[in-house]
């Protein structure tokens, strides 16, 4: 079936350690998306990318990186510098950028401990 | 850009009742908007999508787009326990390629 595939759904981290947590796509779509939510904030963009080998800062990216080698994968980096890591992680992804609706993936749960 | 209010409830109604959630914008050259459905630990759902002004009618739900007050509306009728959930807003920002922009999200609950 096609989908969004997000792991590990739950993770804990230790401070100082970085973390990667992986988002894969089989919808052919050409952009994809993290955002992270928390509660009472609803969901902020951290980066995106519309082509291999692309991709932006959204509104959070601070202590965040991403690659995007693959169309198919978006992996997504908590870095240490990430003063506040805990929360839901979304992956999503579009088939393009013009009025196409964003589906997302069931979510990873980080906690730092 | 950001401006997407939607009041977080939470909104508690029995069993049947006609539900209306609400969202309000800013930007009067917003044109795509979306309703998603995000179940408690679960990814956000899309329930509606909707261009321009109108109606837009799926089954038990219905969005609307007030373009005049700049006001996104969602119906839900016979409302079902399994419609509790988080009700997100979103409009397309389309400077930012297809990025979405949320409202925080208003949390039903449907009571038997």
């Known amino acids: 079936d096609g989908g969004i595939t997000q792991s590990p759904k739950y993770l804990f981290r230790k401070e100082g350690q970085n973390v990667t947590l992986s988002c894969e796509q089989n919808?052919?779509?050409?952009?994809m998306y993290w955002y992270r939510q928390d509660p009472g904030q609803g969901l902020r963009l951290i980066y995106y990318?519309?082509?291999?080998?692309?991709?932006q800062k959204g509104d959070i990216a601070e202590g965040y990186s991403v690659s995007r080698e693959k169309k198919e994968s978006f992996p997504l980096t908590v870095t240490s510098a990430q003063k506040n890591p805990t929360a839901f992680y979304l992956c999503?992804?579009?088939?393009?950028?013009?009025?196409?609706?964003?589906?997302f993936g069931e979510g990873s749960w980080l906690t730092v401990v | 850009q950001k401006e997407v209010e939607q009041d977080p409830g939470p909104l508690s109604v029995p069993e049947g009742a006609i539900v209306s959630l609400n969202c309000t914008y800013s930007?009067?050259?917003?044109?795509?908007f979306m309703w998603y459905r995000q179940y408690s630990r679960k990814g956000p759902e899309l329930l509606m999508y909707?261009?321009?002004?109108g109606n837009k009618e799926d089954g038990r739900f219905t969005a609307q787009v007030d373009k005049s007050s700049k006001y996104i509306s969602l119906f839900i009728r016979d409302s079902q326990p399994s419609d509790s959930a988080t009700y997100l807003c979103?409009?397309?920002?389309?400077?930012?390629?297809?990025?979405?922009?949320f409202g925080k999200g208003t949390k039903l609950s449907v009571k038997p």
């Open positions: 909707t261009y321009s002004s």
């Open positions: 990318s519309q082509i291999v080998n692309d991709f």
């Open positions: 930007n009067s050259a917003f044109q795509y």
């Open positions: 979103a409009r397309l920002d389309r400077g930012s390629q297809g990025n979405l922009i």
């Open positions: 999503a992804s579009t088939p393009g950028s013009s009025g196409n609706t964003i589906y």
């Open positions: 919808l052919n779509h050409d952009a």
